[in-house]
């Protein structure tokens, strides 16, 4: 079936340093790839998303591409900032439903 | 405002009680779909129902249970609680399969339960 794996966390940064954070699916067929965030205390949030191949998605300085060869969505940017500390969930829309990684928890220190 | 309300905010109650937990859907939404989010399992699905019909199950309980009323919103009921009950639960919406292959989900806020 369906699944998406990411990169475990907790993972901590300083401020304006470049962040990845890996994911990747295993589907049939090629789904609609998501990133989700989760900041203390509030549901989940559409970060950005890619519905075909070679889409990059991007949203708030964040970046994302769908690489059909390798299978992978990875969330990258620049330069993070302390309100950037959340959960970051990947998620692939395949078989009728959207299926979530685990979750990495983002901290990021002054 | 995403859109998707979800009351109560907050819940407490006692080992072995029962509790309903309620969600409105975006307006045009026809699927809901029920998360459970605790510290240890993360992110984990519960149930869809799609204009008022169950269309996917979870790992959901068997002292869970839920159901999609005519005018779409959603409750889900939680009997026999225990201390491990104890989580986030959310509440999701989307159009329709092909809506969500474009757009995802979109969540509410969540109802935060806990199990004394």
């Known amino acids: 079936g369906d699944s998406v794996t990411q990169m475990e966390g907790p993972v901590t940064l300083s401020e304006e340093a470049f962040l990845t954070i890996n994911c990747t699916y295993t589907?049939?067929?090629?789904?609609?790839l998501f990133w989700y965030v989760q900041y203390p205390g509030e549901g989940l949030q559409l970060l950005l998303k890619a519905t075909k191949a070679d889409d990059k998605g991007s949203n708030k300085g964040f970046e994302a591409t769908y690489r059909k060869e390798t299978t992978s969505f990875h969330l990258e940017k620049g330069s993070v900032q302390v309100s950037d500390s959340a959960v970051y969930f990947c998620a692939n829309f395949g078989n009728e439903k959207l299926t979530f990684g685990t979750g990495t928890r983002l901290t990021i220190i002054p | 405002d995403s859109g998707v309300t979800q009351t109560p905010k907050h819940l407490i109650t006692a080992t072995g009680q029962r509790v309903t937990l309620r969600c409105s859907p975006r307006?045009?939404?026809?699927?809901v779909y029920w998360y459970q989010q605790s510290l240890d399992q993360g992110l984990q699905f519960l149930i869809q129902?799609?204009?008022?019909?169950?269309?996917a199950k979870g790992n959901i309980l068997e002292r869970f249970s839920a159901q999609q009323f005519p005018d779409l919103h959603s409750e889900l009921n939680l009997s026999s609680l225990e201390l491990g009950d104890s989580a986030l639960y959310f509440c999701?919406?989307?159009?329709?399969?092909?809506?969500?292959?474009?757009?995802?989900?979109?969540f509410g806020s969540g109802t935060r339960l806990t199990v004394v």
């Open positions: 307006s045009g939404d026809l699927s």
């Open positions: 129902y799609y204009n008022g019909e169950e269309r």
């Open positions: 589907a049939t067929g090629y789904p609609s």
């Open positions: 999701a919406s989307s159009v329709d399969q092909t809506g969500t292959a474009i757009y995802g989900y979109t």
